[in-house]
C-alpha cells in the first residue's frame, strides 16, 4: 500500500521530515501550455505562471490526492500561492483542499538564523506527527535516505559534465525523483550512472529563472547546445549540500545555506556562486533565462557576466516554459541558422 502524498512547493521544503513520518513527499510542478485560468482568477495574472499553473492544477485535481500540501517562502510568487490556498481553505470549505503549511526558511550566514530556521523545522515536525509522530530515529533514518539520493545525483551530474548524458535528460531525472519514495528515487539515479548515454554541443550554463519542465532545455540542445550546469533549484542546486550529521539541527543548517537561489540571495553570493559553478562544467556561454514576472534574475545578471567572463546573453520576458525565436537569434553564434 503506498503512502498517502504530502505535496510540497519549493526546494527550501524539508522533504525529510515528510518521508520521516511515513507521508510521501512530492514536489508540485507547474504544466506550461495548460489553462491556467482558475489559477489566474484567485492569484491574479501579475504573478509567476508557475504559482498559477500550480494552484490550477491543485484545484483541478491534476494531482491526484494530496493528504496536505506545504509550501515554502522560497519567492514571493510561492507565498502568494500559499496565502490563496489558506484563504480558499477557509472561506471555500466546498473544494475540500488538504490543510496547507508554509515553511520559512532563511539563508542568511548567522547562528540567530540558525536558531530561527531549527525552530521552524521543529513545528513543521511537530505539525506532521498528526499522520505519525516522528522521533529520533525516524528522522535520521530519512536524512541519510535523502542524502543518500543526493549523492546519486551528484555522480549523475558529474556525467552531464563529462559528454555522457543531455541537460534535458538530466533535468528529467532530477524531476522524476521529486516524485518518488527516496529508495525508489536512488535506484532511478544509480540506474542512469550504470548505463550513461552521449551528448555533446556548445558547453551552455544556465542561470535565472527555474525550470520545472525540460522544453526550454529541449529548445536549447535542438539547437546546438549542452546545457552542462545550472543555479537553479529544480537542477543542481537541489541536491549540491547534504547534512552534516542526521539530526535536526543538522537538517535545518543544510536548509539555512542552500543556495544561493536567485529570489533569495545576493547578487554577490550569486555571481560568486555561478562562476565558480560554471567553471567547474568547463562551460563555454553563459544563458540567462528570466521568465516573465520574474524579476530577481536580470538584476544578478550583470555581475555574473562579469563574474564568468563569457559570452554572456540575458533573455528577458521569456514565456513559461518557452524560449522565444529572439531570444534563441542572441544566443546563437553569428552565422549560425536559429
Same mark, same amino acid.
Given at each position: 500500500?503506498?503512502?498517502?502524498?504530502?505535496?510540497?512547493?519549493?526546494?527550501?521544503?524539508?522533504?525529510?521530515?515528510?518521508?520521516?513520518?511515513?507521508?510521501?513527499?512530492?514536489?508540485?510542478?507547474?504544466?506550461?501550455?495548460?489553462?491556467?485560468?482558475?489559477?489566474?482568477?484567485?492569484?491574479?495574472?501579475?504573478?509567476?505562471?508557475?504559482?498559477?499553473?500550480?494552484? =490550477? %492544477?491543485?484545484?483541478?485535481? *491534476?494531482?491526484?490526492? !494530496?493528504?496536505?500540501? #506545504? +509550501?515554502?517562502?522560497?519567492? $514571493? &510568487?510561492?507565498?502568494?500561492?500559499?496565502?490563496?490556498?489558506?484563504?480558499?481553505?477557509?472561506?471555500?470549505?466546498?473544494?475540500?483542499?488538504?490543510?496547507?503549511?508554509?515553511?520559512?526558511?532563511?539563508?542568511?550566514?548567522?547562528?540567530?538564523?540558525?536558531?530561527?530556521?531549527?525552530?521552524?523545522?521543529?513545528?513543521?515536525?511537530?505539525?506532521?506527527?498528526?499522520?505519525?509522530?516522528?522521533?529520533?530515529?525516524?528522522?535520521?533514518?530519512?536524512?541519510?535516505?535523502?542524502?543518500?539520493?543526493?549523492?546519486?545525483?551528484?555522480?549523475?551530474?558529474?556525467?552531464?559534465?563529462?559528454?555522457?548524458?543531455?541537460?534535458?535528460?538530466?533535468?528529467?531525472?532530477?524531476?522524476?525523483? =521529486? %516524485?518518488?519514495?527516496?529508495? *525508489?528515487?536512488?535506484? !532511478?539515479?544509480?540506474? #542512469? +550512472?550504470?548505463?550513461?548515454? $552521449? &551528448?555533446?554541443?556548445?558547453?551552455?550554463?544556465?542561470?535565472?529563472?527555474?525550470?520545472?519542465?525540460?522544453?526550454?532545455?529541449?529548445?536549447?540542445?535542438?539547437?546546438?547546445?549542452?546545457?552542462?550546469?545550472?543555479?537553479?533549484?529544480?537542477?543542481?542546486?537541489?541536491?549540491?549540500?547534504?547534512?552534516?550529521?542526521?539530526?535536526?539541527?543538522?537538517?535545518?543548517?543544510?536548509?539555512?545555506?542552500?543556495?544561493?537561489?536567485?529570489?533569495?540571495?545576493?547578487?554577490?553570493?550569486?555571481?560568486?556562486?555561478t562562476a565558480a559553478a560554471a567553471r567547474a562544467c568547463d562551460a563555454e556561454v553563459l544563458f540567462a533565462y528570466a521568465r516573465v514576472h520574474d524579476d530577481a534574475p536580470p538584476w544578478d545578471f550583470p555581475e555574473q557576466r562579469a563574474a564568468t567572463g563569457l559570452r554572456s546573453v540575458l533573455a528577458e520576458r521569456q514565456p513559461?516554459?518557452?524560449?522565444?525565436?529572439?531570444?534563441?537569434?542572441?544566443?546563437?553564434?553569428?552565422?549560425?541558422?536559429?
Amino acid at each position: 500500500m503506498s503512502a498517502p502524498t504530502v505535496g510540497y512547493v519549493g526546494a527550501d521544503v524539508p522533504v525529510e521530515l515528510i518521508t520521516a513520518a511515513g507521508l510521501l513527499p512530492v514536489r508540485l510542478a507547474g504544466k506550461p501550455g495548460e489553462d491556467s485560468t482558475l489559477g489566474d482568477r484567485y492569484l491574479g495574472r501579475g504573478v509567476d505562471p508557475v504559482a498559477r499553473s500550480i494552484l =490550477t %492544477r491543485i484545484l483541478t485535481g *491534476a494531482y491526484g490526492p !494530496l493528504e496536505a500540501i #506545504v +509550501v515554502s517562502r522560497d519567492c $514571493e &510568487a510561492s507565498l502568494r500561492l500559499f496565502y490563496a490556498l489558506r484563504e480558499l481553505h477557509r472561506v471555500e470549505p466546498e473544494l475540500r483542499l488538504p490543510p496547507v503549511r508554509l515553511v520559512d526558511v532563511l539563508h542568511l550566514p548567522h547562528h540567530t538564523t540558525t536558531r530561527y530556521v531549527h525552530a521552524k523545522i521543529a513545528q513543521l515536525r511537530e505539525w506532521l506527527g498528526r499522520w505519525r509522530p516522528i522521533g529520533d530515529d525516524d528522522l535520521a533514518a530519512a536524512i541519510t535516505a535523502h542524502d543518500t539520493l543526493r549523492r546519486s545525483l551528484t555522480r549523475v551530474a558529474a556525467l552531464r559534465r563529462a559528454n555522457r548524458l543531455s541537460g534535458t535528460r538530466f533535468l528529467e531525472l532530477v524531476a522524476a525523483t =521529486t %516524485r518518488l519514495p527516496v529508495t *525508489a528515487a536512488t535506484a !532511478l539515479a544509480d540506474s #542512469v +550512472v550504470a548505463d550513461p548515454s $552521449e &551528448a555533446d554541443g556548445i558547453r551552455l550554463f544556465l542561470t535565472g529563472s527555474s525550470h520545472d519542465d525540460p522544453a526550454v532545455y529541449q529548445a536549447l540542445e535542438r539547437n546546438g547546445f549542452l546545457v552542462v550546469g545550472e543555479d537553479h533549484d529544480w537542477g543542481e542546486l537541489l541536491f549540491a549540500r547534504t547534512c552534516a550529521a542526521p539530526t535536526e539541527l543538522a537538517l535545518a543548517e543544510r536548509y539555512q545555506h542552500n543556495g544561493p537561489s536567485a529570489p533569495r540571495a545576493s547578487i554577490r553570493a550569486r555571481a560568486a556562486h555561478t562562476a565558480a559553478a560554471a567553471r567547474a562544467c568547463d562551460a563555454e556561454v553563459l544563458f540567462a533565462y528570466a521568465r516573465v514576472h520574474d524579476d530577481a534574475p536580470p538584476w544578478d545578471f550583470p555581475e555574473q557576466r562579469a563574474a564568468t567572463g563569457l559570452r554572456s546573453v540575458l533573455a528577458e520576458r521569456q514565456p513559461y516554459g518557452e524560449l522565444t525565436e529572439d531570444a534563441l537569434a542572441a544566443l546563437l553564434p553569428a552565422g549560425a541558422p536559429a
